[in-house]
């Protein structure tokens, strides 16, 4: 039980306090929102807490007195920072709970409200674009956070929905090996978080390819550390140290804790503003795609999760599945055209103070006439960083052709190296492959050079 259930001795929805019960079954007419239901008790808890007094004894007062206090609460609030919107809102959830208990008429409260500027915002937003996304997913420090910031971007889910989705849920769709994967929204997702499903209106959206590849990606590495999924296991699990470990598995991340990540790959990709960025900031980088790409403002509205007028919401059943699908997929959320991602490189570079650096490559190339243009960016990123150049060692591998030792058949050379994640995206275009990701977050690649005669 949370601490504003005993508090206010709540039974779902329903309290042993007569006055608190009055203002939960006029919430429950209203839509039975659990997000609504909290949000309520904790105010109605904060404001008991601040007059000393329990809910019945509130309701109790003279309307002269209720309406001081209301006043001092609200007035409080402000003054220790919450927003104009917070400290409203906090006012007509006690409005609403007088009310509801004989506070009409000339009894009703005389509270003033703040004056809220049409578009104001307390906290700084800034949305990042597809390359500055795509630095962040790459510089998350690991798969499992690439692929909440790529679904975050590509599907428009907000932090609490995220965090609600089952991997049964995307699972048929995954094993299907379908490019673009179909992400449902439902209400009993609340159970996970009381804002999962706004509304409680049903809906559902996709994720692009490249998110499909960093989702399998992590789940089978994840597989391969915690076992066997199943359908009611959360798509992405805690690892805090704060949760047992024999828990983490079917607990969800924490709303804090993705807040965390999402600053934190920001900061990490070079983003200058990356305080600002959060993880509504990567939703409204979703919207900016589906207006970009002239979607139907219907469709745009649908998959996110907007309330549609009218009887048009029956428009997008299962039937409608397919042809959204197909219209979603016209969207391009990442460039992944290699020169496309050589841009990608060079804006990160610049973003970490590396300046001139067509002059720079073209000269490195100058001096060496073997290099392409990505890997002569990667040496001048090395250079320029201070990166030391990592030690590669020569393995043989038996060739297709051996059979005893390499006496009747070819040995193929592979280089190894080490390199953290953020040059992983350079090297596998260089024809790297990825052979196994260290506990450190760096990842251990190779290449075949070349065949040699046997001696």
């Known amino acids: 039980m949370k601490v504003w259930e005993e508090f206010l001795k ?22 039975r929102s659990e997000g609504t239901r909290e949000n309520v008790c904790v105010t109605l808890m904060q404001f008991c807490k601040h007059c000393g007094l329990d809910p019945d004894a509130l309701v109790a007062l003279e309307p002269k007195e209720a309406s001081r206090l209301c006043q001092d609460f609200t007035d409080g609030l402000k003054e220790r920072g919450c927003s104009i ?35 104001y915002r307390k906290k700084p937003e800034y949305v990042p674009d597809a390359e500055e996304i795509y630095r962040m997913g790459y510089a998350a420090g690991s798969t499992k956070n690439r692929a909440m910031i790529f679904m975050l971007y590509s599907s428009g889910l907000r932090n609490s929905t995220l965090r609600a989705v089952l991997y049964g849920d995307l699972r048929k769709d995954l094993e ?26 049903p809906y559902y959206t996709f994720v692009d390819e490249e998110t499909v590849k960093a989702l399998k990606q992590y789940l ?19 690892d805090s140290n704060q949760v047992a470990r024999e828990e983490q598995r079917y607990t969800p991340v924490s709303k804090n804790g993705l807040d965390r990540m999402v600053k934190r790959a920001a900061r990490q990709a070079g983003v200058q503003q990356w305080q600002d960025v959060t993880p509504k900031s990567l939703r409204k ?58 841009e990608m490189v060079k804006t990160f570079a610049r973003s970490l103070g590396i300046d001139k650096i067509e002059v720079k490559i073209q000269k490195l190339r100058e001096q060496h006439s073997g290099l392409d243009e990505m890997e002569a960016l990667g040496r ?56 196994k990701e260290l506990k450190s977050g760096k990842i251990v690649i190779k290449r075949d050079l070349q065949l040699e005669s046997p001696t």
């Open 10 to 31: 709540l039974e779902e929805w329903h309290s042993s306090y007569s006055s608190v019960d009055t203002t939960l079954r006029h919430y429950a007419r209203k839509g």
């Open 85 to 119: 919107r917070y400290v409203n809102v906090s006012q007509a959830y006690l409005r609403t709970f007088f009310g509801e208990n004989g506070y009409e008429n000339e009894r009703r409260l005389r509270v003033e409200r703040y004056h809220q500027p049409a578009r």
């Open 176 to 201: 299907s090996g379908l490019k673009v994967v179909r992400v449902p929204v439902y209400p009993e997702m609340k159970k996970v978080d009381p804002d999962a499903c706004k509304g409680e209106i």
């Open 220 to 238: 089978d590495e994840r597989k391969g550390i915690l076992g066997k999924l199943v359908d009611g296991d959360p798509l992405f699990c805690s």
């Open 285 to 342: 980088a979703f919207e900016s795609v589906l207006r970009n790409n002239r979607l139907d403002p219907k469709d745009q509205e649908f998959l996110m999760g907007h309330i549609l007028p009218g009887i048009q919401d029956p428009y997008y059943d299962s039937s409608k599945t397919e042809d959204l699908r197909t219209k979603y997929s016209a969207a391009k959320f990442f460039k992944t055209e290699t020169t496309d991602k050589l």
């Open 380 to 435: 001048i990123m090395r250079q320029e960083l201070g990166i030391k150049p990592i030690e590669t060692k020569m393995v043989k591998q038996r060739g297709p052709e051996e059979v005893d030792g390499c006496g009747n058949g070819n040995c193929r050379k592979c280089e190894t190296k080490i390199v953290p994640e953020n040059e992983l995206v350079p090297h596998l275009d260089e024809g790297w492959d990825m052979v």
